[in-house]
């Protein structure tokens, strides 16, 4: 479950060092017309916004090419405790989630209330997905996943992130607006569909 950075991978702030792998959580094909890979931060509320975003940009592409294999979508942990103290412990209640098969599920709940991720909601929310609570509080409480996280963080820092919402379209930085125009205009540009 690791991934391979080169010891000399480049700081470049606007490429991608390590790209999506099958260890990466995704939406789509990792050979999609167009992979975009956030990396975000549950805590963050910009995170929360954009992962909205996202949801729209699929849906309106997919309303509109019918094409399946159009836009892939990977997430990526980077919480950012010094701002944001419960964002590591969401980062892995995600990932005891993902061991259940509910990633996604959780993410979504969890960048939806990020004012709300103390133990007691993390539990709730296990609850409400008919998670296994124990096995997903022993998931949390030995940290289990802690590595995965930790890759997806120094694969952020090795491309350049040091804030979140930090977003790739085909290994390249998005700097621009994250609103609903700008953002597909640059998805059909790297798609060569503009």
Not at 34 to 62: F, W
Not at 82 to 104: C, L, N, R
Not at 121 to 131: H, K, M, P, S, T
């Amino acid at each position: 479950m690791s991934h391979d950075i080169p010891a000399n991978a480049p700081g470049d702030r606007h490429q991608l060092v390590v790209p999506p792998s099958e260890q990466d959580h995704r939406q789509g094909s990792l050979d999609a017309r167009v992979v975009l890979v956030e990396y975000g931060d549950y805590q963050c509320p910009q995170c929360g916004e954009l992962y909205a975003l996202i949801k729209t940009v699929q849906e309106r592409l997919n309303a509109t090419f019918f094409e399946e294999n159009y836009l892939g979508f990977v997430f990526r942990h980077f919480p950012q405790p010094q701002i944001h103290p419960q964002a590591q412990k969401a980062a892995e209640a995600a990932e005891a989630a993902g061991a259940q098969g509910q990633f996604w599920q959780m993410s979504e709940i969890l960048l939806e209330h990020h004012q709300d991720l103390r133990d007691c909601n993390l539990v709730e929310y296990a609850n409400n997905l008919g998670l296994d609570v124990a096995q997903f509080l022993r998931d949390i409480t030995r940290r289990v996943h802690i590595e995965h996280i930790n890759e997806d963080i120094e694969s952020g820092i090795r491309s350049g992130v040091t804030s979140t919402p930090a977003l790739f379209i085909n290994g390249l930085r998005y700097t621009n607006a994250l609103e609903l125009e700008p953002l597909l205009a640059a998805i059909l540009e790297s798609g060569n569909l503009s």
